[in-house]
């Protein structure tokens, strides 16, 4: 699931960057932008599958959505002045940050109901 969300943003950031021309940050913030919606349904239903209250991890999902999108600029920006200006790189470099925090966040903060599921509790003792 985090592929199709990565293959989906980074094709958005890559069209309006190269081919729309828009800047580093307009054009990322469109392809996150659109790659949240995308990215929040498909980790709720599928790779956490979280039954919870939406109110409760939507929230939590912005949450950790925001502290990787911070890491993300601040990866392309400090990346792009040592790339120059006409790689994509930076981008992915980008990705990388926002796909590490986005994942642990998910896992261990917006989805955490779900993370013990299939875990298997200590036996009772027998008398």
């Known amino acids: ?36 919606i995308w990215s929040y349904g498909l980790n709720r239903l599928w790779t956490f599958q979280d039954n919870g209250a939406m109110s409760r991890s939507f929230g939590r999902f912005a949450l950790v959505c925001a502290v990787g999108y911070l890491a993300n600029v601040l990866v392309l920006f400090t990346t792009r002045r040592l790339m120059g200006e006409s790689s994509f790189l930076p981008h992915v470099f980008g990705t990388v940050a926002y796909t590490a925090l986005g994942y642990l966040g998910g896992r261990f903060f917006a989805f955490r109901q779900q993370a013990n599921v299939g875990k298997v509790g200590k036996p009772a003792k027998s008398t």
């Open 1 to 36: 699931m985090g592929l199709s969300n990565t293959l989906i943003g980074m094709g958005v950031i890559y069209f309006a960057w190269r081919v729309l021309g828009l800047g580093d940050l307009p054009a990322n913030m469109l392809g996150y932008g659109i790659g949240f």
